[in-house]
């Protein structure tokens, strides 16, 4: 089973708190090692200060047997530090003084000699009953005033068992206050973060409040932090391409329908009325043929349609060929010389030797749909012209026919599907000039219109890929 | 010759088998993928045009289960025409598609092409009754007359002969004549047989080239 994932919100609590861990452990961490180190290196130094204060004393008295006798001026300098130990031996290893002696006997180490000073490398752990401590062996001459005097061995020991347990109590301290900080940490963090989620909680508020019926609903991107207004403006660029869409495919959808009226209502009142009453085969035979042509009408417009629609949709993958532009219009000039000639126009070919980069089939279609359409409306001795040539960065084939041409009223809606500037006069489904400009979108190209003085011409710009 | 048909919707069922039988082929008829499949796998058809939405078993489905077995083309009748769907279908080892809704005169095209073995020889000279095509000399008489035909006028003719008895629909000649490789609106197909027609059969009493309304053109001799 997959595990639902953490809320952003939660996660970056969660994260904060883990960093927030973190940072304390090792601050914490920190502050008890140097604590511990200074309190050693105190206890080192005060340790080292006492042997050589004992050993002062040593030498200003008159002989070893002196300590054994009276060892109060020794004592007298631990006086207040009751986690001290002392002893001293004579040179032959008989004790001559000792306090507080633990269970454990203190390790062998090799004594300072008397003549040189203690360094903190002359102490050394010693283990008592409990917890651990330090210690250090050094020589000392008693009555050193007299001649030679006589050597003895200061031991001083010190038990560390209260340093350790105020340590504890730091290092316990430190965790609760760590603990506490954490959990502060994260939630402050939870509620930051929860906070800033706010405006996005409203896009999503926003998100659901859109359907196609109601796509107009716009998210304010003035006040929102920079992060939250990139979004915005993406979503609202999206917003603003699917209303688009939804506008233009319903209406499309209804001009589709408007459109299959005519031909269906031809079809089924004229079949209607055949019915109506006993025919000859003849007349049957008309009617059926009739029905073809129709219906090939509707399969055409559906067709035309569908080619739109997947325009628009980027559907369509263009197989583009390296083509001879002036064979291609010969080849189209060819296939309509015979309907020009029929209605008395001139059909010429006018175009340099050009490669181009095209998709053949659309190109055929686009430049057939402009000749289609300009033979009926050029009068008969006129003519229609198709030419090419090479422009900057690209290739314009253009197809321009003589006659009354195209009322500047209509020049700027041509394009658009279904306009007929002459509802009389077209037999097309209105889809011809419209298809043309789907392709030319299609290859990146552009197309243009220009009407007058006698003289309509339509423009086709490819650019070069 | 025998076609397997195998398509749901009855009117379209009834009106293929009545079409192809008159064209002389001997047709069986399967209005769902099942009994299709089943009809397929148990006789040896030299042809199976099969839709593709067909309840119980799609289109689709019945193809890839005929390919595990046998090797009969098929035609496979679409109403979807996307670059996808048609791919897919040739991939799944569909010989040749055909968009809904087509003309009749379309299918017929296809099914003689699927079913035509083997690269046709063609002849060098075709001949319809006082009618004799040269096709490596391009020269066209009629009862012994020479006719003088344009480049495309010989290309139509010569199309409609070497086809001669099939009817060709607009969209077919204006792909095969004139390179015209879309279905367009114009009634330059019209207009080019109308001039056929005045050279090669207005002078004559036997006409040739021959309207079927709705569908398209053919040549066959018709007092």
Redesign the interface.
């Known amino acids: 089973m997959k595990r639902r994932p953490l809320s952003l919100t939660l996660r970056v609590a969660l994260l904060l708190s883990a960093v927030s861990v973190a940072s304390f452990v090792a601050v914490g961490a920190y502050l008890y090692h140097t604590l511990q180190r200074q309190m050693a290196s105190r206890d080192d130094i005060e340790l080292i200060a006492k042997v050589d204060q004992l050993r002062r004393i040593i030498a200003g008295l008159p002989s070893a047997a002196a300590i054994a006798s009276d060892g109060r001026a020794l004592t007298d300098t631990l006086y207040g530090h009751n986690d001290f130990m002392l002893r001293v031996n004579a040179a032959d290893g008989k004790p001559l003084l000792q306090t507080s002696v633990t269970s454990r006997p203190l390790p062998q180490v090799d004594s300072v000699p008397v003549q040189r000073a203690l360094t903190l490398d002359d102490i050394h752990d010693w283990q008592p009953a409990a917890g651990i401590g330090r210690m250090v062996r050094a020589t000392a001459l008693a009555g050193a005033g007299a001649a030679g005097g006589e050597p003895v061995q200061v031991t001083l020991a010190r038990e560390r068992s209260d340093r350790l347990k105020l340590l504890r109590g730091y290092a316990g301290d430190l965790l609760l206050a760590l603990g506490g900080g954490a959990l502060l940490a994260t939630l402050l963090g939870y509620a930051i973060v929860r906070h800033s989620m706010r405006q996005l909680r409203s896009v999503v508020a926003k998100a659901n409040d859109i359907s196609t019926s109601r796509m107009n609903t716009r998210l304010s991107v003035q006040d929102a932090p920079v992060e939250l207004r990139e979004l915005g403006v993406a979503f609202n660029g999206m917003l603003n391409r699917l209303e688009d869409g939804v506008q233009r495919l319903s209406g499309f959808a209804a001009d589709l329908a408007h459109d299959m009226r005519t031909p269906v209502n031809t079809l089924m009142v004229e079949t209607q009325v055949a019915l109506s009453r006993a025919r000859t085969v003849e007349e049957y035979q008309a009617l059926l043929a009739s029905n073809s042509e129709e219906y090939e009408r509707l399969s055409r417009m559906i067709e035309n349609t569908l080619f739109l629609a997947r325009a628009d949709n980027a559907q369509l993958a263009l197989r583009r060929e390296t083509l001879d532009l002036r064979a291609e219009l010969q080849r189209i000039h060819d296939y309509f010389e015979i309907l020009a000639d029929d209605v008395g126009v001139r059909l010429n070919v006018e175009a340099e030797a050009l490669r181009v980069d095209i998709d053949p089939v659309l190109l055929q279609r686009a430049v057939s749909n402009l000749v289609a359409n300009a033979i009926p409306h050029t009068p008969a001795g006129g003519q229609v012209t198709l030419s090419a040539r090479a422009v900057a960065d690209g290739v314009e084939i253009q197809v321009s026919n003589s006659g009354p041409g195209i009322a500047a009223a209509h020049l700027p809606h041509i394009f658009d599907r279904y306009y007929r500037a002459d509802p009389a006069r077209s037999a097309g489904a209105g889809l011809g000039l419209s298809i043309v400009r789907a392709i030319m979108e299609l290859h990146g190209g552009k197309i243009t219109v220009d009407s007058q003085s006698g003289l309509t011409t339509f423009s086709l710009r490819f650019e070069k890929k | 010759m025998k076609i397997l048909i195998v398509e749901d919707e009855p009117k379209a069922g009834d009106y293929l088998v009545k079409g192809l039988n008159e064209s002389g082929y001997v047709v069986d008829l399967a209005r769902n993928g099942i009994d299709g499949l089943a009809l397929a796998l148990e006789h040896d058809y030299e042809l199976i045009v099969l839709d593709v939405m067909l309840p119980q078993m799609d289109g689709w489905t019945v193809l890839a289960r005929l390919r595990e077995r046998k090797e009969t083309p098929v035609l496979f009748l679409t109403a979807r025409?996307?670059?996808a769907d048609r791919v897919k279908g040739l991939e799944l080892g569909a010989d040749d598609y055909l968009v809904k809704?087509f003309?009749f005169a379309e299918l017929l095209a296809r099914v003689k092409t699927l079913l035509r073995r083997g690269p046709v020889r063609e002849s060098d000279i075709l001949r319809l009754a006082d009618l004799e095509i040269d096709v490596l000399r391009r020269r066209v008489t009629r009862g012994g007359q020479r006719i003088d035909l344009t480049a495309?006028e010989f290309a139509l003719l010569h199309l409609l002969a070497k086809r001669q008895g099939e009817v060709l629909s607009r969209t077919q000649i204006?792909s095969m004549v004139?390179?015209?490789?879309?279905?367009?609106?114009?009634?330059?197909v019209d207009?080019?047989i109308r001039?056929l027609r005045a050279k090669v059969d207005d002078p004559y009493a036997l006409k040739l080239v021959q309207t079927v309304?709705?569908?398209g053109y053919l040549l066959e001799a018709r007092e």
């Open positions: 025409d996307d670059v809704p003309a495309k204006a004139w390179d015209m490789n879309f279905d367009s609106d114009t009634n330059v207009v080019a001039r309304r709705g569908m």
